[in-house]
């Protein structure tokens, strides 16, 4: 299997988490803090530990409707897609 990342934004901080290489289990990596750096962060994390796959959560309420952070993460998800 592969390495997975778990992406956890929020509009301060962005939580990261890798998997086990079996994908079964995910530990907390970092938690960096939302500014410009943190993109290049994440793909410096992609290649170093060699990340198959990045999983960003996407924030909704418990009814499914968005939230205010809903297209914020959209729009990381489709930044680090770049």
């Known amino acids: 299997m ?3 990342m778990g992406i956890d934004y929020g ?3 962005i939580g990261v988490a890798l998997s086990d290489r079996e994908g079964t289990m995910a530990f907390p990596l ?3 803090e939302h500014d410009g750096a943190a993109i290049d962060r994440i793909k410096h994390l992609v290649r170093e530990r060699e990340v198959k ?3 960003v959560g996407l924030p909704l309420n418990l009814d499914g409707s968005p939230t205010d952070a ?3 993460a959209r729009e990381f998800a489709k930044t680090l897609n770049r």
């Open 2 to 4: 592969a390495v997975l």
């Open 11 to 13: 509009t301060k901080r």
């Open 30 to 32: 970092e938690v960096l």
């Open 53 to 55: 796959k990045i999983i």
């Open 70 to 72: 809903t297209a914020g």
